[in-house]
């Protein structure tokens, strides 16, 4: 109980005699001269594993992002509601490529292109040449032109999302504990979670098991299975993608676990708490002291830049439309990657925005320049289907593979599987599975910290910049 | 990469309808009407052990926080170095004292005491009457009167301090990767840290790990192990409370793991990233990149606010100067324990800064509160000296025991089995242990993610106050 305010630490303020001082470094020469420069942007699922699969390769790779680690997205939902800590999820970059010699991390801000001298320029005006250039920075979440909605209802795309998630849902608890208004109880036990894609539905389900099982006795002033849970989704049943009968499923799991699902429903307004809903022609307004967004996604910026540095189209999300080689259609030597990426040489619609299909465009395309170093090539890329799953909550998923379609306990049990065996390659294997073990028998969710918001932007640029 | 910055994150900047329409509650009513009331303000060690001392007492105990968790604090170092996360070192309030059904946690911020009304007001305007109140709100870190140094030099008390230490720990390492000027690779290269106590060996011995083992393969552009890592310290030795041939022990041990250690030194000026060094009549200055604060402690704000409102006297750091049971001399049903409060009932000094004198005079008001509503009192308030302890690195430690004093392996593996057994008591340990395995196996160290900083506290108070 502090009650003389601790300062606020930021070095911003501090004049920096060390950092000052120095003029850039403009061009970031190559550690090994004379190889084939590799520039990958972005350690997401498709650029660290195409740094992965030119480990061996004779080119020299530069791995650039913005962050130190690799991020095991689909987790991410577990963050934001306490069962995971960030450190469970996310991989040091250097340490997974650290005994990978050929490859070097370097952590920067893109903010420019050059197909023509072939280098790409970060924000501290450093310059890092390249022979082949691999794009694979994904997309963001978008609010259908609704930016100002973002501070009421925070997406799911970076640790700092998931942890805004967290202190604003175990907050509302708190407030509600703290009122004796009912009214305002009740509005801070609503919780809206907007789309009802996979992110949503484990949003949803996962909130649901927190309420009515994890938190129920915890309070001693309201009760938190009185929690309202809502998921609003535009289309006709939740998650979408997935064959009607799975979607029918989804929606009935989800409201066993006390989840009103409301489909064909989009949100029309959020203003403050007041969320407008539009059914049909039936308008509806609700209170919800929180309201999460896994709705819609578009091109952060990349796709935009790419499109006029290099004359490449795309569509209307802003995906980079690439070729069947995953290349540009006007420069050969880049090629777009994850879900950035507008790949539509297979089916009418652009593959999933989702890890399976990340991971195989990165290590085609690894192969594709090796092959292209002995003057070879490879075949169009083809995506390999090897199914998708959502999960909805203890015991409850849906598994949709090309030989059968899950549910229940079957499906959560492949996803638990399917999950351990992709984080066994990044070394988080071991904590996550104990933490899961622990949260399963116990149902507490131990990492469910409120701690303070996040406002101001890390940069770690060159050291002689600014 | 994003090359369009996203916008900011804040509902500070959103009109909140449904939170600024209520009014306060004025008094928190108690959930059980007519029995006593013991109220605890703080979380940490003393107050949490004083809860659940009071468990099944014919009480009703409301433990106010500002956090909704403890914080296993002998371990937070290990959070600034990436080797756990917050998460696995933090338990909720509300999920260790769930099944106390005579315990209510209050998340606020106590910003006043009244000793004649017998009750404790929050920020928000809510007050809590009380018949016993404990205060165990714990110290802060002192810069001696510079306060200006914090921006500079990040102490260790919060989850966000250490999360604030990692992120410019290990940012500092990719500073240097980034730039090619030789003066300013060496200064992002040199880590200074402040007091030669505990938690100063503590950083010193693990980050000389870090850059000496685990990143001495993840970088192309520096040698991690040419770090230089000072640790300064006023006194003549290190680890002053210790006997001096566990000082000596740890000196050399420090030095082995490649830390500089100097003793009799003074850190007499901090500019920007200069620090200006006074050992005896020698003055010199080193640039350094990161500088660890871990020296002097200091009330934060509520030794002051008690001694003003109670007459109670103050030691020259602002500790509470307490009876031989703990209770204020003016105020008898008013207890002071751990960090906060000055015993000097035994021995000339008071007794030092750590948990387990915080654990045991928590659970000693605890029970005097019982016996007294039995019109009982207890014996004076004795401290049973366990020995203190404090870990260098890998399988180095000091351990002083009443009966034998500990060095290397030994001491290493006694301090492993004293923290694994404390944090048994809160649900953590299967996860820290996980994760020390894995470390110790593995010397990597899975969560040394570079997020963003944090500049603004988060407040959770009665929904209706604003």
Redesign the interface.
Known sequence: ???????????A???????E???P?VEVPP?TPGKPQVVI??GGFGGLYAAQQLGRADVEVTL??????HLFQPLLYQVAM?G?????I???L??VL??QKNT????????DVDPEQQRVSLK?G?TIPYNSLIVA?GM?HFYFGR?DW???A?GLKT??DAL?MR?RI??AF????????P??KK??LTFVIVGGGPTGVELAGSLAELAHHT?R?????IDTTASRILLIEGMDRVLPPFPPELSARAHADLEKLGVEVLTKSLVTDI????ITLKQGDEVSTL?A?TVLWAAGVRD???G??LADRTGAERDRSGRVIVSHDLSLPTYSNIFVVGDLAHFAHQGDRPLPGVAPVAMQEGKYVARLIQKRLQNETLPAFEYKDSGSLAVIGRHAAVVNLPWAKLTGFPAWFVWLFVHIFYLIEF??K??VM??W??NYM?R???????????????E?????DR
Do not use: C, W, Y
């Open positions: 109980m502090q009650t003389v305010p601790r300062p606020l630490q930021s070095t303020m501090v004049p920096d005699p060390v950092l001082n120095l003029s470094t550690v942007i972005g650039i992002d913005k962050r130190n680690f306490g995971l800590s960030p450190g469970d996310a991989s040091p250097r340490g650290s005994a070097r991390v370097l952590m920067g801000e893109v903010t501290d450093r920075t963001s930016d973002a501070d009421v925070p640790v700092e805004e202190r175990f907050a708190e407030k509600a504990e703290n009122t004796t208004d009214e305002l509005s801070l938190l006795n915890d309070f001693r002033h203003a403050g708490h007041q209170q002291g952060p910026g990349m935009g830049l070394d988080n071991l904590m104990t933490q073990a622990a116990t507490k969710q131990g990492s469910r910290l409120i701690t303070e918001k996040v406002v101001e932007k890390v770690v640029t060159a050291a002689g």
